[in-house]
T-cell receptor
Framework: NAGVTQTPKFQVLKTGQSMTLQCAQD?????MYWYRQDPGMGLRLIYY???????DKGEVPNGYNVSRLNKREFSLRLESAAPSQTSVYFC??????????????FGSGTRLTVV | AQSVTQLGSHVSVSEGALVLLRCNYS??????LFWYVQYPNQGLQLLLK??????LVKGINGFEAEFKKSETSFHLTKPSAHMSDAAEYFC?????????????FGKGTKLSVIP
């Protein structure tokens, strides 16, 4: 099925370790996003990529880096994980064509625990 | 700047009763508005969206929402709750202006359905 695929689904890290969360979409969308979800906080934007070759900070970018590898793939890297980065991470993509916005499609999430 | 406020972090209704989940927004430009549903340990699924046109929007699973500009509201309703509606619901906003990508979420409302 077409959509947004995230890997891994679960991960436990020790404080200070690094890891990369992977995201790929097969809908030919131009824009991709990384959100984190914490209880009682809703979803908050970490980084986004409006189109291939561009990335921009969102609301909570500290401690993260991103790479838009190509049109399909958008990865999120934690260089030195901290317990405060324990969260559920969602990747999403979207498209707008000739002024018509087609909405966001979300992946199923990565549950990350930093101990 | 934009923001989304969901009134009530937890709402309980009896099976068969009306579901009303409240969402108010603040936006400096006309908004696109969305409702997403999240079942336990799953990703976000789009229920419905308002972009332009008819202000009463119908979505999946019998839900609908009405965009009221004068009240800056986009409340979600369903005439008769079903046990399968128990989930967390998120209201979200994106400015309609071209070049704007960030989707701003409310903090969510957890819906419980009592048999």
């Amino acid at each position: 099925n077409a959509g947004v695929t995230q890997t891994p689904k679960f991960q436990v890290l020790k404080t200070g370790q690094s890891m990369t969360l992977q995201c790929a979409q097969d809908m030919n969308h131009n824009s991709m996003y990384w959100y984190r979800q914490d209880p009682g906080m809703g979803l908050r934007l970490i980084y986004y990529s409006a189109s291939e070759g561009t990335t921009d900070k969102g609301e909570v970018p500290n401690g993260y880096n991103v790479s838009r590898l190509n049109k399909r793939e958008f990865s999120l890297r934690l260089e030195s994980a901290a317990p405060s980065q324990t969260s559920v991470y969602f990747c999403a993509s979207s498209e707008a064509i000739r002024g018509v916005f087609y909405g966001y499609t979300f992946g199923s999430g990565t549950r990350l625990t930093v101990v | 700047a934009q923001s989304v406020t969901q009134l009530g972090s937890h709402v309980s209704v009896s099976e068969g009763a009306l579901v009303l989940l409240r969402c108010n927004y603040s936006s400096s430009v006309p908004p696109y508005l969305f409702w997403y549903v999240q079942y336990p340990n799953q990703g976000l699924q789009l229920l419905l969206k308002y972009t332009t046109g008819a202000t009463l929007v119908k979505g999946i699973n019998g839900f609908e929402a009405e965009f009221k500009k004068s009240e800056t509201s986009f409340h979600l309703t369903k005439p008769s709750a079903h046990m399968s509606d128990a989930a967390e619901y998120f209201c979200a906003l994106k400015p309609s202006e071209a070049g704007s990508y960030q989707l701003t979420f409310g903090k969510g409302t957890k819906l419980s359905v009592i048999p």
